[in-house]
């Protein structure tokens, strides 16, 4: 009994003889070809060699991580509102934004202006530093400016209220850093003055934010 060639990838074929059924190993020299050329016939070389696959054979299935990002400025000032700018505070500062650091800065911006005007003279936090106004009565020229010289400010002489935010995982425990803090004269009457209660999200104007 006569069995066919099978046809390898590898680049050789194994032939059984009719008589014994041995197998011999035969090394078929390997040729390149350009891309969609006919393969040419080499006298006293084997046929090229064809693999077949099964075309019901289905393709591995990819899986791919889901990915992430966190909101760019340009989107925070679009949204507009304050927890935008809250989230921009933190952005700006390199903070993580956890439910509990937004927590607290919204708390905190509600201390300071109140959710219905919270953008007052574009500086929500009521900070000195850059707003030309040392007792926290200055202005900036839009709220992102704000931000950013909140984020700054906070930096150079606020370690406890910055390693809050840096933990970012207990907005009572930063509030307690505030209120000991030097930010307000009041300190928020030693929280007797910060309510936790939900804090309304409230849109700014475009104008606000130089927009």
């Known amino acids: 009994m006569t069995l066919a060639i099978i046809g390898l990838v590898c680049g050789f074929s194994i032939v059984p003889t009719d008589e014994a059924l041995a197998s011999t190993l035969r090394i078929a020299p390997s040729t390149t070809l350009a891309p969609g050329a006919p393969a040419e016939r080499v006298p006293g070389q084997a046929p090229a060699q064809e693999l077949l696959v099964d075309a019901t054979i289905a393709a591995p299935v990819v899986?791919?991580?889901?990915?992430?990002?966190?909101?760019g400025l340009q989107t925070l000032a679009r949204v507009g509102t304050n927890e935008a700018w809250?989230?921009?505070?933190?952005?700006?500062?390199?903070?993580?934004?956890?439910?509990?650091?937004l927590a607290l800065m919204l708390r905190w911006m509600r201390?300071?202006?109140?959710?219905?005007?919270?953008?007052?003279?574009?500086?929500?936090?009521?900070?000195?530093?850059?707003?030309?106004?040392?007792?926290?009565?200055?202005?900036?020229?839009?709220?992102?400016?704000a931000a950013e010289y909140c984020a700054k400010n906070l930096q150079r002489g606020y370690p406890d209220i910055v390693a809050g935010l840096e933990a970012g995982t207990s907005a009572d425990a930063t509030a307690a850093a505030i209120w000991a803090s030097p930010w307000a004269t009041s300190h928020y009457g030693n929280g007797s003055h910060w309510s936790t209660r939900p804090v309304?999200?409230?849109?700014?104007?475009?104008?606000?934010?130089?927009?």
């Open 63 to 71: 899986n791919r991580e889901s990915l992430s990002a966190t909101d």
């Open 111 to 145: 201390q300071e202006n109140g959710p219905p005007d919270w953008w007052n003279r574009n500086n929500p936090l009521n900070n000195g530093y850059g707003s030309g106004g040392g007792a926290g009565l200055g202005s900036y020229p839009d709220l992102v400016s």
């Open 200 to 211: 309304e999200i409230v849109q700014a104007p475009a104008s606000a934010w130089g927009l």
């Open 86 to 101: 809250a989230k921009l505070v933190l952005m700006f500062g390199g903070w993580p934004q956890t439910d509990a650091n």
